[in-house]
């Protein structure tokens, strides 16, 4: 009895070893894409930094309207939605929108890491919809969407674009970069989609609006920034 015992305990650890290492394994493709992303996305604006806080937003949207999102297709196209901003993907001077190019080659990124091969087309989805002015389809897109979206609002959005300033007075320059804000501060809000994202709103356009009145005002008018 206590041999049977002792074999059947042994059995259940290995067991439980085994489907362990193999979610391991399968989850291995995370750590995969997440260096990938630290290598290659290296910008004050649209980064790796970026790409986690859209990450981490969306899943807190979708938590809180209750909804539930695939993971998978979430963490692909969030930490990779931005490729084609980056050399040597980017295809912007052949007038190529980043998130059309990014949606097309995000699946030679992926292959080979041990992504499921049957959720490409959720993350092509999401990624080709993931600015503000495009209206996503399926929960994974409209989280992504809006998350990026909130993204570019508040103290953080004012941080992002501001770090894109030329210190060497190229474009973009202070008061166009200021100008940046003001458009995105305009046009951003009316396409936050979620229940969530529109409940987060009111708090990011106040601490943009404020940040802009008082840069204006001590700026002459952005004159001199």
Not at 82 to 111: M, Q
Not at 162 to 182: S, W
Not at 185 to 204: N, W
Request: proline residues 6%.
């Amino acid at each position: 009895m206590r041999c049977t015992a002792f074999l059947l305990a042994a059995l259940s650890i290995a067991g439980c070893c085994l489907a362990a290492a193999s979610a391991a394994e399968q989850d291995g493709w995370r750590e995969i894409v997440r260096q990938f992303a630290v290598q290659h996305f290296k910008n004050p604006a649209w980064g790796y930094s970026h790409s986690v806080r859209d990450y981490q937003l969306a899943k807190e949207l979708a938590e809180s309207d209750h909804v539930t999102v695939d993971d998978d297709v979430l963490f692909a196209a969030a930490y990779l939605h931005d490729i084609a901003a980056f050399a040597p993907w980017d295809r912007e001077k052949e007038g190529v929108d980043h998130a059309d190019e990014g949606a097309r080659i995000v699946d030679t990124i992926l292959k080979g890491t041990g992504f499921p091969p049957n959720k490409i087309d959720a993350v092509r989805g999401a990624i080709r919809t993931h600015m503000f002015d495009r209206i996503p389809v399926g929960p994974e897109a409209l989280y992504l969407h809006d998350a990026d979206a909130l993204d570019w609002l508040g103290a953080i959005g004012a941080a992002r674009v501001m770090a894109l300033v030329d210190p060497n007075g190229g474009p973009p320059d202070g008061p166009k970069a200021a100008k940046m804000l003001e458009d995105n501060l305009a046009r951003v809000p009316p396409h936050v989609l979620s229940p969530s994202g529109k409940q987060r709103l009111p708090d990011l356009q106040r601490e943009l609006a404020e940040f802009l009145k008082n840069l204006r005002r001590e700026t002459e008018d952005y004159r001199e920034l």
